[in-house]
């Protein structure tokens, strides 16, 4: 018979009870065993020995019956019945077949490997003995895996479902229907009696599979306010069964939100729980967290986690881990999250630059390899200048990260030359489209140490170019004292440069400008010479096409009326083309109406010709 006990939350669990085995077997058990045999073959009493007997008897359904099966794990021992034990136990059954003396002979064995160790074994004892037990979200997955290891195979007795398929029907039904549940379960899995056993038998990948089939759940259709909140569960998680659910989330394709969400709560409250003294730990969060690709977690966290490495002095393969992954997002850090892996463990003194500037080196490779992979690209050719520009602007942003950055270690008095000059000389001076900033950082750095000469005053401003600072910076630079001499007579060469080139320029322009104003004169007069030739040839044709005419001398005087009448219209339009009107340009060359009569004086010949 089986009860099924449904709780809530953690505490969910499967109440088991079995019929009680019949007389048979113990009165068996009690002709073919001997009390003072056992007795002697124990070992010396102890505390753990005298609990774990006690424990035994409360169960166990005669103590008059001698036991003739010895089971020691570690320092418990159990007295049990060979003829209970056997038939539902195959490990047993082998061993004390394999037993020399015969079926009287008292039978130990040691179970000390046992998955699950004591706790165990006494619940899969108690379902031989056919006595009630607790089956829980933090005792089945041992539960499963001693049943495993004893071989315990379904029995005609209780219905052929055995104890893993009951456990089995738990998990299904209770456990794993839940995401706390199926967190509890993985949890269990951890324990190291527990936990080569439980990846062999596939409970802990069905665990880390159901939380994370939950979670994919919660993030579609959230349950509960925030909905991260999901989150918070994993912080129980070990490393290992972390990494497992990382890896049951790719599997079932999540979203990048989901793994980030997931990876940054867990380092989180891992690197709270780690303190200032488990690299061990920090070594193994770092080690299980997803890549930067699948999911980028923030560039602060990353930092600290940096920062934490280096403190408590974790392994160089997890010290350089972290620092391609922080360079993998420098872009989007801030100098203050630089500044925080730069600082000593107390946060007083500048100490990491090392490791800033091989941030800092690795963000400019990798830069440039994904602008020369856009460029290498067989694509649209929108989408390699998308590449470039993105590349470009996250330089653009890193190179303002590192001289602000360059500025606050600056005044550090203990800062030699070449780390600064290390940091801030790792970006590109071509990445920057100005170098007021640098500039800025180089005048902090000379004003905190005024006692350098004149070579380490070129040293430290050999990270910037005065031809590329402001009009604003420039003249700054022309009047600052604490700059190189090198630097000042730079910065006014360049003024004068521009000067020259401003006058230059505006000749230029006013030339330019007096060429277009006259090729524009020119295309408005070849624009009207080509309408009045056109007006000219069509009355030509027009008085051609009167005179050819023919007809009776009516239609001769008609067609004379007409001509004059057409004579005049053209005579009229002439009028009006006429350049050589009054106030024309060549109005010297006409003459007046003279006695009533229309006479045009002929013009004298010139070279000007619109025919």
Same mark, same amino acid.
């Given at each position: ?22 007389? +048979? ?14 007795? !002697? ?105 001693? $049943? ?59 665990? $880390? ?15 509960? !306010? ?5 989150? $918070?569960?994993?912080? /129980? ?11 049951? +989330? ?54 600290? +986690? ?10 160089a393969t997890t010290c350089r881990d972290m620092e391609l992954r922080v360079a993998a997002v420098l872009d989007k850090a801030t100098a203050g999250d630089l500044l ?27 830069? $440039? ?9 067989? !694509? ?50 071509? /990445? ?6 640098v500039y800025r950082a180089v005048d902090i750095y000379l004003k905190a140490h005024p006692w350098l000469d004149e070579m380490e005053r070129e040293k430290v401003c ?6 590329? +600072? ?19 007579l730079a910065a006014l060469y360049y003024d004068q440069l521009n000067l020259r080139s401003s006058n230059g320029n505006e000749m230029r322009r006013s030339e330019a ?17 080509? /309408? ?68 045009? /004086? ?10």
């Amino acid at each position: 018979m089986i009860n099924h006990s449904h709780k809530t939350g953690r505490e969910s669990s499967l109440l088991i009870g079995m019929p009680q085995l019949t007389a +048979l077997f113990l009165m068996q058990a009690a002709s073919t065993s001997n009390g003072g045999d056992i007795i !002697s073959s124990l070992a010396p009493a102890s505390a753990s020995v005298s609990a774990s007997m006690d424990r035994t008897s409360q169960w166990v359904s005669s103590p008059d019956i001698p036991a003739d099966l010895i089971i020691r794990i570690a320092d418990d021992v159990f007295p049990l019945h060979k003829s209970v034990m056997a038939p539902k136990c195959g490990y047993i059954r082998k061993a004390v077949a394999a037993t020399r003396g015969g079926a009287t002979a008292t039978v130990e064995l040691d179970l000390s490997s046992l998955p699950g160790g004591a706790d165990a074994f006494d619940k899969a004892a108690r379902y031989c003995y056919g006595h009630n037990f607790d089956i829980s979200v933090h005792n089945a997955a041992a539960i499963l895996c001693s $049943a495993a290891f004893l071989d315990m195979n379904p029995s005609p007795s209780d219905g052929g479902g055995g104890l893993a398929r009951r456990v089995e029907d738990f998990l299904a039904k209770v456990a794993l229907r839940t995401l706390s549940g199926a967190v509890a379960v993985l949890r269990s899995c951890e324990a190291a009696t527990v936990s080569s056993a439980a990846d062999e038998t596939g409970v802990a990948r069905r665990a $880390a599979d159901a939380v994370a089939l939950r979670i994919c759940n919660e993030a579609l259709f959230p349950t509960r !306010s925030p909905p991260d909140w999901w989150a $918070a569960e994993l912080a /129980a998680l070990s490393p290992p069964s972390f990494h497992k659910v990382i890896a049951a +989330l790719r599997c079932r394709r999540a979203d990048h939100e989901v793994l980030t969400a997931a990876s940054t709560a867990y380092a989180e409250l891992a690197l709270a729980a780690a303190g200032d003294h488990d690299a061990a730990m920090v070594e193994s969060v770092v080690a299980v967290l997803p890549s930067t690709d699948d999911a980028p977690l923030p560039a602060s966290l990353l930092c600290r +986690l940096l920062h934490a490495a280096i403190t408590i002095g974790a392994s160089a393969t997890t010290c350089r881990d972290m620092e391609l992954r922080v360079a993998a997002v420098l872009d989007k850090a801030t100098a203050g999250d630089l500044l925080a892996i730069a600082l000593d463990a107390a946060g007083e003194h500048i100490q990491n630059t090392d490791t800033i500037r091989r941030i800092i080196t690795a963000f400019v490779d990798r830069n $440039a390899a994904s602008i020369n992979t856009h460029r290498n690209r067989r !694509s649209s050719l929108s989408g390699a200048l998308h590449g470039d520009i993105d590349g470009e602007s996250a330089m653009q942003a890193v190179a303002k990260i590192v001289d602000e950055l360059a500025a606050e270690m600056a005044t550090e008095e203990t800062l030699p030359i070449s780390k600064f000059v290390g940091i801030a000389g790792a970006v590109p001076k071509e /990445a920057r489209a100005t170098h007021d900033s640098v500039y800025r950082a180089v005048d902090i750095y000379l004003k905190a140490h005024p006692w350098l000469d004149e070579m380490e005053r070129e040293k430290v401003c050999s990270v910037m170019d005065p031809l590329k +600072l402001s009009y604003q910076g420039r003249l700054h630079a022309s009047q600052n004292k604490r700059l190189p001499l090198q630097a000042v007579l730079a910065a006014l060469y360049y003024d004068q440069l521009n000067l020259r080139s401003s006058n230059g320029n505006e000749m230029r322009r006013s030339e330019a400008g007096s060429v277009r104003k006259q090729a524009k004169a020119d295309a408005s007069l070849a624009r009207e010479n080509e /309408a009045l030739r056109s007006e000219l040839a069509r009355m030509k044709a027009y008085v051609s096409g009167m005179q050819q005419s023919k007809g009776s001398s009516s239609s001769s005087r008609g067609s004379s009326a007409m001509g004059k009448k057409g004579m005049s219209l053209w005579s009229r339009t002439l009028s009006m083309l006429n350049p050589f009107k009054a106030g024309g340009m060549w109005a010297k060359d006409t003459s007046s109406i003279v006695d009533g009569k229309t006479t045009i /004086a002929k013009p004298k010949r010139r070279r000007f010709s619109i025919s």
